[in-house]
Protein backbone atom coordinates (compact mmCIF):
# COMPACT_ATOMS: atom_id res chain seq x y z
CA UNK A 1 0.00 0.00 0.00
CA UNK A 2 2.56 2.56 0.87
CA UNK A 3 4.75 1.51 -2.18
CA UNK A 4 1.70 1.81 -4.49
CA UNK A 5 0.99 5.68 -2.46
CA UNK A 6 4.37 6.37 -3.26
CA UNK A 7 4.88 5.61 -6.65
CA UNK A 8 2.01 7.58 -7.29
CA UNK A 9 3.21 10.47 -5.16
CA UNK A 10 6.43 10.52 -7.11
CA UNK A 11 4.49 10.83 -10.28
CA UNK A 12 2.49 13.06 -9.69
CA UNK A 13 5.29 15.48 -8.80
CA UNK A 14 6.53 17.69 -10.93
CA UNK A 15 9.27 19.47 -9.24
CA UNK A 16 13.18 19.51 -9.87
CA UNK A 17 14.87 16.10 -9.41
CA UNK A 18 16.44 17.27 -6.56
CA UNK A 19 13.70 18.29 -4.79
CA UNK A 20 11.74 15.49 -5.98
CA UNK A 21 14.13 12.95 -3.87
CA UNK A 22 14.01 15.39 -0.94
CA UNK A 23 10.12 15.09 -0.70
CA UNK A 24 10.00 11.28 -1.07
CA UNK A 25 12.99 10.85 1.50
CA UNK A 26 10.80 13.36 3.73
CA UNK A 27 7.97 11.19 2.61
CA UNK A 28 9.19 7.69 3.41
CA UNK A 29 10.28 9.58 6.88
CA UNK A 30 6.85 10.24 7.42
CA UNK A 31 5.87 6.86 7.26
CA UNK A 32 8.63 5.29 9.18
CA UNK A 33 7.69 7.54 12.27
CA UNK A 34 4.01 7.24 11.81
CA UNK A 35 4.26 2.94 11.58
CA UNK A 36 6.85 3.69 15.03
CA UNK A 37 4.17 5.43 16.81
CA UNK A 38 1.31 3.00 16.40
CA UNK A 39 -0.56 4.24 13.18
CA UNK A 40 -1.03 2.24 10.23
CA UNK A 41 -0.27 2.82 6.74
CA UNK A 42 -3.68 3.40 6.14
CA UNK A 43 -4.07 6.12 8.21
CA UNK A 44 -0.61 7.92 7.21
CA UNK A 45 -2.35 7.30 3.66
CA UNK A 46 -5.84 9.37 4.95
CA UNK A 47 -4.14 12.04 6.88
CA UNK A 48 -1.73 13.25 3.84
CA UNK A 49 -4.64 12.79 1.33
CA UNK A 50 -4.37 11.30 -2.12
CA UNK A 51 -1.42 11.18 -4.06
CA UNK A 52 -2.36 14.25 -6.32
CA UNK A 53 -2.99 16.01 -3.58
CA UNK A 54 -0.44 15.37 -1.72
CA UNK A 55 1.76 16.61 -4.87
CA UNK A 56 -0.27 19.47 -5.33
CA UNK A 57 0.22 20.64 -1.50
CA UNK A 58 4.19 20.09 -1.96
CA UNK A 59 4.48 21.83 -4.91
CA UNK A 60 2.60 24.77 -3.59
CA UNK A 61 5.18 24.84 -0.55
CA UNK A 62 7.70 25.41 -3.40
CA UNK A 63 6.03 28.07 -5.03
CA UNK A 64 5.08 25.57 -7.73
CA UNK A 65 1.49 25.71 -9.70
CA UNK A 66 1.44 21.67 -10.73
CA UNK A 67 -1.68 21.69 -12.83
CA UNK A 68 0.10 24.68 -14.76
CA UNK A 69 3.32 22.93 -14.95
CA UNK A 70 1.92 19.69 -16.24
CA UNK A 71 -0.12 21.77 -18.66
CA UNK A 72 2.93 23.47 -19.87
CA UNK A 73 5.44 20.16 -20.23
CA UNK A 74 2.16 18.73 -22.35
CA UNK A 75 2.10 21.89 -24.52
CA UNK A 76 5.86 21.26 -25.12
CA UNK A 77 5.46 18.04 -25.88
CA UNK A 78 2.62 18.52 -28.41
CA UNK A 79 4.38 20.92 -30.26
CA UNK A 80 7.92 19.30 -30.28
CA UNK A 81 6.20 16.13 -31.80
CA UNK A 82 3.87 18.25 -34.31
CA UNK A 83 7.57 19.81 -35.49
CA UNK A 84 8.81 16.20 -36.19
CA UNK A 85 5.86 15.54 -38.29
CA UNK A 86 6.00 18.77 -39.95
CA UNK A 87 9.78 18.37 -40.91
CA UNK A 88 9.15 14.24 -41.76
CA UNK A 89 6.14 15.68 -44.46
CA UNK A 90 8.41 18.44 -45.78
CA UNK A 91 11.56 16.34 -46.38
CA UNK A 92 9.35 13.97 -47.90
CA UNK A 93 7.59 16.46 -50.18
CA UNK A 94 10.93 17.41 -51.06
CA UNK A 95 12.46 14.27 -52.04
CA UNK A 96 9.19 13.71 -54.03
CA UNK A 97 9.57 16.77 -56.01
CA UNK A 98 13.38 15.47 -57.33
CA UNK A 99 12.01 12.23 -58.30
CA UNK A 100 11.87 11.04 -61.88
CA UNK A 101 9.06 8.64 -63.30
CA UNK A 102 9.03 5.18 -61.67
CA UNK A 103 11.16 3.42 -64.29
CA UNK A 104 13.70 6.42 -65.71
CA UNK A 105 17.45 6.11 -65.24
CA UNK A 106 19.21 8.40 -63.30
CA UNK A 107 18.05 11.51 -63.99
CA UNK A 108 15.88 11.02 -67.53
CA UNK A 109 12.62 12.44 -67.99
CA UNK A 110 10.57 9.39 -68.94
CA UNK A 111 9.97 5.89 -68.44
CA UNK A 112 12.52 2.98 -69.84
CA UNK A 113 11.81 -0.68 -70.52
CA UNK A 114 15.67 -1.28 -69.01
CA UNK A 115 15.30 -3.56 -66.18
CA UNK A 116 18.03 -3.16 -63.31
CA UNK A 117 18.57 -6.51 -61.45
CA UNK A 118 19.53 -6.12 -57.82
CA UNK A 119 18.49 -3.21 -56.91
CA UNK A 120 17.19 -2.72 -53.31
CA UNK A 121 13.10 -2.00 -53.18
CA UNK A 122 13.84 -0.01 -50.08
CA UNK A 123 12.65 3.75 -50.30
CA UNK A 124 13.71 5.89 -47.57
CA UNK A 125 11.25 8.23 -48.31
CA UNK A 126 8.79 6.06 -47.34
CA UNK A 127 10.06 6.23 -43.60
CA UNK A 128 9.82 9.76 -43.13
CA UNK A 129 6.23 9.63 -44.48
CA UNK A 130 5.48 6.80 -41.88
CA UNK A 131 7.29 8.70 -39.17
CA UNK A 132 5.33 11.80 -39.97
CA UNK A 133 2.05 10.13 -39.57
CA UNK A 134 3.00 8.31 -36.19
CA UNK A 135 4.52 12.04 -34.92
CA UNK A 136 0.90 13.76 -35.99
CA UNK A 137 -1.05 10.79 -34.40
CA UNK A 138 0.88 11.29 -31.59
CA UNK A 139 0.46 14.75 -31.13
CA UNK A 140 -3.14 14.68 -31.71
CA UNK A 141 -3.48 12.26 -29.00
CA UNK A 142 -1.26 14.59 -26.92
CA UNK A 143 -3.36 17.88 -27.46
CA UNK A 144 -6.38 15.72 -26.41
CA UNK A 145 -4.86 14.66 -23.48
CA UNK A 146 -4.20 18.35 -22.49
CA UNK A 147 -7.69 19.22 -23.38
CA UNK A 148 -9.20 16.83 -21.38
CA UNK A 149 -6.73 17.53 -18.16
CA UNK A 150 -8.24 21.33 -17.78
CA UNK A 151 -11.69 19.97 -18.65
CA UNK A 152 -11.26 18.52 -15.03
Given amino acids: MKEQYLKKVKKELNLPRR ?15 AL ?10 ERLGT ?3 FADNTAEQFGIDNATLKNRKGIISSVAVLI ?13 IGKGPE ?3 GQAEAATTIQI ?8 SQ ?10 FIAVLLIIRIIRRNKR
Fill in 51 to 53: PKE
Fill in 117 to 124: VGTPGFDA
Fill in 103 to 105: NAI
Fill in 84 to 96: IAITAFMIYAVAQ
Fill in 19 to 33: AKREVMRDLNEIFAS
Fill in 36 to 45: EHGETEQQVI
Fill in 127 to 136: ILLAIGFASA
